[in-house]
């Protein structure tokens, strides 16, 4: 039998994965962003981007159609944006430099996002007369 040697023999190493460095101003101004938000717009975003709801299933859970939940989406995104890059202009950060801060991969953030679009337990998860008004259709 003939026994291969690797004695010797010298193999490439991996590339290291690269050290991403992100401005804590833009970790700030996104936990900011995402706290300010009501607690029906933390469910509505954290059900469509963490939680994989669709649309359709959103939209039967807040009781209304779908085509407002996508527009609620797409509403929510550019307003959050629009919060941290007036956030980050605050910290004197140009235009320019906001934008490209932005472009960080959301998972280098040292932001805990689920938690931070997790509803607290003392906040009401929907206005009171949505409420009242489920409530009162159930009786009759």
Do not use: C, W
Not at 70 to 78: D, F, G, M, Y
Not at 121 to 128: E, I, L, Q, Y
């Amino acid at each position: 039998m003939d026994e291969e040697s690797e004695e010797g023999a010298q193999f490439a190493a991996a590339d290291p994965e690269p050290v991403v460095t992100v401005d804590t101003r833009l970790e700030t101004a996104t936990d900011e962003a995402l706290a300010a938000l009501p607690a029906e717009d933390r469910f509505i975003l954290a059900s469509y981007h963490l939680d994989g709801r669709t649309l359709a299933e959103i939209a039967r859970t807040l009781g209304v159609h779908e085509s407002t939940i996508s527009r609620r989406v797409e509403k929510l995104a550019k307003s959050v944006r629009k919060q941290i890059l007036a956030a980050l202009g605050r910290t004197g950060m140009s235009r320019r430099q906001a934008r490209e801060a932005m472009e960080v991969d959301v998972r280098d953030l040292r932001v805990n996002i689920r938690n931070r679009l997790t509803q607290e337990r003392d906040v009401a998860a929907f206005p009171d007369k949505k409420a009242e008004a489920s409530a009162g259709e159930g009786s009759g």
